[in-house]
């Protein structure tokens, strides 16, 4: 949450690292690189768009 991946928030997978960790992920405006367990706790819908 302190870095802005907060409900509502659109979240988009840009790259996986070659052996699958870290992620790099858009948010908001920005680049953000996460472990997979940290990912784990990220919960997702489907955007209808």
Do not use: Q
Request: charged residues 25%; without cysteine; glycine residues 8%.
């Amino acid at each position: 949450m302190e870095m802005g991946v907060l409900p509502g928030t659109r979240v988009r997978i840009a790259r996986v690292a070659p052996l699958g960790d870290p992620i790099e992920i858009r948010v908001r405006s920005y680049s953000l690189s996460i472990r997979r367990a940290e990912a784990r706790g990220v919960y997702v819908t489907a955007d209808a768009s």
